[in-house]
């Protein structure tokens, strides 16, 4: 008589989340027959982030836990399931996925089982682990970051301003070309602007005394001049 080979871990961890999450769609209220009087029960929810959770002990606790847990019309998307043998012919199981409980976005979890064997076709839920993987950020959290931001962009401003102030000082109070009100020669005393003097060129008219004005435009009316638009301003 030949013997039958045991089911491979991976194929007991696929034919358990296949009928492990059925039945958290169609029968929600039938989950705890899956476990028996020695098993664990965690289900941590987004409250209970970062805190250790004390688990729920035997078949009775886990139903009641179930019930308090409203699971209705539930969805899974799984997206990874890892299975390895262990001991006493058991598997461990974990599952990673997006769940929906009555109508509610889908949230990301991680879920861990350990399947302890009966017989060599007839497992168990030894260990149960539920996780949500959303991330809770707090306001004080969120607070504090904002702080965090805006005193490195000011910590930056002020680096800049320093930079500024120190590129002035150290460039000379005067540049090439522009006149010195002081001359150091006099003791301090405040001289008046050298006024450059603009060289002409051939065939330019000097520029006019100072004492006259050049004449206004005179008024033409279709190219004929009308005189008594022409103003003349006397010299002193």
Partial sequence: MVMEAPPSPQSVGR????QYYTLLNKAPTHLHRFYNHQSSFIHGGLD???????????????????????????HAKITQVDSQATLGNGVVVQVTGELSNAGQPMRRFTQTFV???????????HNDIFRYQDEIISDEECDADQRSDIDEDMAQDRNVIS?????????????????????????G????????QVPIHHNQ????????????????????????????????
Avoid: W
């Avoid at 982030?49 to 699971?71: A, D």
């Avoid at 000379?172 to 006099?186: D, F, M, V």
């Avoid at 005393?189 to 450059?196: D, H, L, S, Y």
């Fill in 48 to 74: 209970l982030q970062n805190r250790e959770t004390s688990p729920v002990i035997g078949q009775k606790q886990i139903h009641q836990k179930i019930q308090q847990l409203n699971f209705r019309d539930c």
């Fill in 163 to 187: 930079d500024v102030q120190q590129a002035l000082s150290t460039q000379p109070t005067a540049a090439a070309g522009i006149p010195q009100y002081y001359n150091p020669t006099t003791g």
């Fill in 15 to 18: 034919e358990f989340v296949r």
């Fill in 115 to 125: 399947l302890a064997a009966q017989s060599p076709k007839k497992y168990y839920v």
């Fill in 189 to 196: 005393a405040q001289m008046p602007p050298t006024i450059p």
């Fill in 205 to 236: 008219q000097p520029p006019p005394p100072a004492h006259v004005l050049s004449p206004p435009q005179v008024a033409t009316v279709n190219g004929a001049i009308h005189p008594d638009d022409i103003s003349v301003i006397p010299g002193n």
